[in-house]
Structure formats: C-alpha cells, structure tokens
C-alpha cells in the first residue's frame, strides 16, 4: 500500500515560494495524491490533488514527478498565514478508497 | 450550509465514564469518518462509515463504538474513558468530484480524561 514521507518541518520567508516534497515510492498507476492543510487544530483543509500532471489552483501548485515517485507542493508567495501542518495523502488500499494521515510537515512562515 | 457540525467543542470525562461525540452534515455526503489526533501528531483514522447503515474499523478502533443514525449524523461513543483517549477528535464527510474524493472537516471536539 502506498504510503508517503515528508520531512518534519520546514521554514520559509514571507514572500517566498515555499516548497513542500512528499515521496511517495509505492504508489500505483491510478491513485491520485492529495495534499491538506491545517491551521492551528482546526479540521484539515483540502488543498490540491494530483495523478500525472501538474496542477495548479487558486491556493497552490503540485508538481509531480514523471515517475509518480514523489510531488511537491508550492505555495508561490507564502504569508504568515500559511504557517500550518501540510499533509501529503495517497489512499491506503487496507481501508478501502479512505484517506490516512501521516505526521505531515509543519511549515513555518516568518517575517 | 454549515458543513459539518461536531458537539460537543470540549468535554472533561472522569476515568470510566462514558459519552458520546456528535457529528452531522448537512452536504448529504455517503461517507463519513472519524479521526483522533494527539498533541504534535498528525490524524489517525478511528471508524469510517461509507454509507447510511455501514461502519467499518480504521487504524485505532479499539475503545471506541460508532452509529450511523442516518445519512446526516455520525456518532463515537466511548464507553469507558481512558486517559490514553485524551486528544481532539475529528468528524469528515466525503465528498465525490469525479475520480477523486474531499474530505471536509469539522472543527474538532477536544476531550481530556483525567
């Protein structure tokens, strides 16, 4: 079953880009990858998602690896209110089509 | 269109007793879930229920019990509070966009057990 690894934490300067990795070696030809994130314990937010392509929306853009082995999730100009714990997700197949968290990464925004 | 709705937002329990954490959505979404997540951990996944009358185990069922009433509400009951079960726990529903699911959250009931 796939299952996804992020570092733990990340800092980031207001204003940049910041970029999150996710690997995610195992994961099979159709699952999609999602990301989330959560702000201070509040319920996670959904994000993006991705299966092959890149993807971009009004809050980030994932860049995928030609292999699907890993993604990146980019906030392009980061503010303090992305300080959050970002959540890269692929299904896990012993749940059925269900969504299991890992730890995350806890970007840290500074002015 | 409050999305979904968890009651109580917090609760102290004494070891051994019991309660009940409510959940309901108002999105007429089939599948709904149940996470529990503990200080500086990420969610870990407690019961599911993929439809109105199903429910299945997740990662950490174990001390707990679910009811799917009705499509709208989801409940976790614990029946005999422990101090491992102190953390915030979180209601989703699922919604379905084509291939690809969204998992929309509640704000979370934060429990302690002493």
């Known amino acids: 079953d796939a299952k996804t690894t992020q570092p733990p934490s990340m800092d980031c300067a207001e204003g940049r880009a910041a970029n999150l990795p996710c690997n995610h070696s195992t994961i099979s030809g159709n699952e999609y990858v999602y990301w989330y994130r959560q702000i201070h314990s509040q319920g996670p937010q959904y994000i993006i998602h991705g299966l092959k392509n890149n993807e971009t929306n009004e809050m980030a853009s994932l860049i995928i690896t030609e292999d699907r082995k890993s993604s990146t999730l980019i906030l392009p100009h980061a503010t303090l209110r992305d300080t959050a714990v970002y959540y890269c997700?692929?299904?896990?197949?012993?749940?059925?089509?269900?969504?299991?968290f890992g730890a995350g990464t806890i970007l840290r925004v500074k002015s | 269109n409050a999305g979904v709705t968890q009651t109580p937002k917090f609760q102290v329990l004494k070891t051994g007793q019991s309660m009940t954490l409510q959940c309901a959505q108002d999105?007429?979404?089939?599948?709904m879930y149940w996470y529990r997540q503990d200080p500086g951990m990420g969610l870990r996944l407690i019961y599911y229920s993929a439809s109105e009358g199903t429910t299945d185990k997740g990662e950490v069922p174990n001390g707990y019990n679910v009811s799917r009433l009705n499509k709208r509400e989801f409940s976790l009951r614990l029946e005999s509070a422990a101090p491992s079960q102190t953390s915030v726990y979180f209601c989703a529903s699922m919604s379905f966009r084509g291939p690809f699911w969204v998992l929309h959250f509640g704000n979370g009931t934060r429990l302690t057990v002493t």
């Open positions: 999105m007429n979404h089939n599948s």
């Open positions: 997700i692929v299904r896990r197949r012993e749940y059925g089509n269900k969504l299991v």
